[in-house]
């Protein structure tokens, strides 16, 4: 149980388009899905933090109106690269945390194979 | 200062060696702590959770020193399969906005025959 899937798993486009990556849990509910990226031996930095019916809560420097965020279900959430530009190329990943796990302090997070953006 | 401070390594070990990895964290905020692997182009996957009492799941000791903001990770017997990246990882509340993961660069771990 508790899978996360994404998809695309790898997209390459020209600079200037834009690309959308979906989030998907496939065996639970998540109220909560949260949206990194990975630089080259670098770690993982959280992006957003998306909620079901919500706005998304963007980390400081992060542009909201650049990197669109949308959790319209309980099992999707997708990530939009507006306008790309090479600096964006990174891998981009997901988690996603159990509805059915309750409150507290932390519930683990489950995390997607990832979506490697190459913008040329 | 990264609120996630780890060696980057890499550390080039041979097989059956024993490893111990450090990190330390700056948040006092910070309530829960973790190890993830990852391995090259992939998500990371925990690894362990990390106790001040200490914790082992076979050959992997976790420790945690709340005082000092200190964790570490002590691997026995190294196999071949452990090459990979170890995140360490802090779990922060957030008022209003619950828990967010706080992940260090890693530590980068070569196993060689």
């Known amino acids: 149980g508790a899978v996360v899937s994404q998809h695309p798993s790898r997209v390459i486009c020209k600079s200037g388009t834009s690309v959308k990556i979906e989030c998907r849990s496939l065996d639970f509910q998540a109220t909560t899905m949260f949206w990194y990226r990975q630089f080259p031996k670098q770690s993982l930095m959280l992006m957003a933090t998306s909620n079901e019916g919500s706005k998304a809560t963007y980390e400081q420097g992060v542009e909201k109106d650049k990197f669109l965020i949308n959790h319209a279900s309980l099992t999707l959430s997708t990530l939009t690269v507006t306008s790309a530009h090479p600096e964006d190329s990174s891998f981009y990943i997901c988690?996603?945390?159990?509805?059915?796990?309750?409150?507290?302090?932390?519930?683990?997070?489950?995390f997607g194979p990832g979506t490697r953006l190459t913008v040329l | 200062r990264k609120e996630v401070e780890q060696d980057p390594g890499p550390f080039n070990v041979p097989e059956g060696a024993t490893v111990a990895f450090n990190c330390t964290y700056s948040?006092?905020?910070?309530?829960?702590f973790f190890w993830y692997r990852q391995d090259c182009r992939k998500e990371p996957k925990l690894l362990m959770s990390?106790?001040?009492s200490g914790n082992e799941d076979g050959r992997f000791t976790a420790q945690l020193n709340r005082a000092s903001q200190y964790i570490s990770l002590l691997i026995r017997d190294s196999k071949l399969s452990d090459s990979a990246t170890y995140l360490c990882v802090v779990n922060v509340m957030i008022y209003n906005q619950g828990g967010k993961l706080i992940f260090g660069q890693g530590t980068e771990l070569s196993v060689k025959p």
């Open positions: 988690s996603a945390r159990d509805k059915a796990s309750g409150g507290g302090s932390y519930n683990e997070q489950f």
């Open positions: 948040n006092s905020a910070s309530q829960s």
């Open positions: 990390v106790y001040s």
